[in-house]
């Protein structure tokens, strides 16, 4: 008899809790029984997809804009067809979790040599290829299956990174118990040695600066600081700028913009203010060859304060567990120019 409430019930809930309420995916052998729990459920809808590279790049754009994603294939064959989109996920930073629907617990077991697999009884192939662009794995059973799920999806959400997770065609008809409350996701927290460190340095770096630049980048998007740097460049007269991946970080008709940095290839206004400064405060940058026409770019390391998700830098002092919203709330005050003497560029800016 199936039980009224069920691990893949509680897997569905828990995507609820993470604000996805659409599961791109498509049907397969190994997945269709959950997929029966998935079409029933009341704050979930599923969107089928032509295949499952199709379903992988669709969860990739919906976690853009609603935070988080989700897709489901089938085992093997079905996963292996959406590895490409789930890396692009990996090396953008995108959360999005990838349930693959897998033989049964003693099908495994007993190395049956089933379709879709290499048929050497191995059912962890695939589970290990996707260790590379996961952050966080899981092969579910009866046992481990909801504080797994918990595991992989704060994982996830944490480090902005796909999951994965292996749900076999029984343990998704298990019985389990409904969540008591909402997934938690708990704000990393900073080593405040480490928090001081930065902020002694980067206070002294700053000190005799006149002019200093704010260069922002996409991982700044990816880890929620969009409200708050555009906030800060409203009231701090500074010249900032983004680079290509992080276009609509900041408003581009806010007084100070100056446009799109790529090294030699930015608009010479834009070269100008942002690697003349006497400080140049980075955030949520990736200084890659296509973003920077070859690595072009000329930010002298020594006058650089670089703040990337879990570590900081200034000069070259590297401080680690230090979560980036922390260091902009606590440098805040560090981070304004001495005197108000910061020229910048008025109006739109240049090269936008």
């Known amino acids: 008899m199936q039980p009224t409430y069920t691990i893949g019930d509680y897997l569905l809930d828990r995507l609820v809790d993470c604000g996805i309420d659409r599961l791109f995916g498509v049907p397969g052998d190994y997945n269709l029984q959950f997929l029966d729990r998935v079409i029933a459920h009341s704050a979930l809808g599923w969107v089928g997809c032509a295949n499952e590279l199709n379903a992988a790049y669709a969860a990739d754009g919906y976690a853009r804009i609603k935070g988080a994603g989700a897709l489901l294939t089938t085992y ?29 617990t003693g099908a495994q077991q ?25 952050c966080s794995q899981a092969l579910l059973t009866a046992g481990n299956a909801c504080h797994e799920i918990d595991r992989v999806l704060r994982d996830m959400l944490t480090h902005h990174r796909p999951g994965y997770l292996m749900l076999p065609a029984d343990v998704a008809r298990a019985a389990a118990i409904a969540p008591a409350q909402r997934l938690l996701v708990e704000p990393a927290p900073a080593d405040e040695n480490q928090l001081a460190g930065f902020c002694e340095h980067a206070s002294r770096l700053l000190r005799g600066s006149r002019r200093i630049s704010l260069l922002a ?26 680079m290509l991946m992080g276009k609509g970080l900041f408003d581009e008709q806010q007084s100070g913009f100056v446009g799109t940095y790529s090294g030699i290839a930015s608009a010479p206004q834009t070269r100008e203010a942002i690697e003349n400064a006497d400080t140049i405060i980075c955030i949520g940058t990736r200084f890659t060859d296509t973003i920077t026409a070859g690595f072009t770019q000329h930010l002298a390391r020594e006058k650089t304060i670089e703040i990337q998700p879990f570590a900081v830098r200034v000069g070259d002092h590297w401080f680690s567990g230090v979560p980036m919203d922390k260091a902009l709330a606590r440098a805040d005050d560090a981070f304004r120019p001495a005197g108000g003497g910061v020229g910048y560029a008025s109006g739109r800016g240049a090269g936008g």
Do not use: C
């Open 76 to 104: 093997g064959v079905g996963e292996l067809s959406a590895l490409n989109g789930i890396a692009g996920s990996y090396a953008e930073h995108i959360p999005v979790l990838h349930i693959v629907g897998a033989p049964s």
């Open 110 to 134: 007993r190395g049956e040599l089933l379709h879709h697999t290499l048929g050497d009884g191995d059912f962890r192939h695939f589970a290990r290829m996707s260790e590379q662009i996961t």
């Open 217 to 242: 980048d996409f991982l700044a998007q990816r880890y929620g600081l969009q409200k708050t740097l555009r906030e800060w460049v409203a009231k701090t007269p500074v010249a900032h700028a983004t």
